[in-house]
């Protein structure tokens, strides 16, 4: 079993950063793939990015929302992936919540993914 957990969440002002990172108990190809979702107050949880694992540097996908101003990384140990959120808006704020994959392909629906953290709260004023 794999254990997922996030951190960096907070509180910032529009238009400012914040860094979250998620970091896998283990080493193991069942977290192949990493990816971000966020849950906001009386929504369904929806796809932010996700990152495939290669050697030669893992493919990416984002949401149309947070295109051109979140990145997703990860270290090639496998056990770690980082979300760099830039320009943030109030409606970004949400639970964030990292996901791991066994199948070396992105998906964006919930059910694709294997393992999820606790989640960590972003908020964004205005």
């Known amino acids: 079993q794999v254990q997922l957990a996030e951190s960096g969440g907070g509180l910032v002002q529009a238009g400012g950063s914040l860094r979250l990172s998620c970091a896998a108990s283990?080493?193991?190809?069942?977290?192949?793939?990493m990816g971000w979702f966020r849950q906001a107050p009386g929504k369904e949880r929806e796809f932010v990015a996700a990152?495939?694992?290669?050697?030669?540097?893992?493919?990416?996908d984002y949401a149309d929302s947070v295109k051109g101003r979140f990145t997703i990384s990860r270290d090639y140990a496998k056990t770690s992936v980082y979300l760099q959120m830039n320009s943030l808006k109030p409606e970004d704020t949400a639970i964030y919540y990292c996901?791991?994959?066994?199948?070396?392909?992105?998906?964006?629906?919930?059910?694709?993914?294997?393992?999820w953290g606790q989640g960590t709260q972003v908020t964004v004023s205005s």
């Open positions: 990152i495939s694992w290669s050697w030669t540097g893992g493919n990416t």
């Open positions: 996901a791991g994959r066994k199948v070396n392909t992105i998906v964006r629906i919930v059910t694709g993914y294997d393992y």
């Open positions: 283990r080493r193991t190809s069942s977290t192949v793939v």
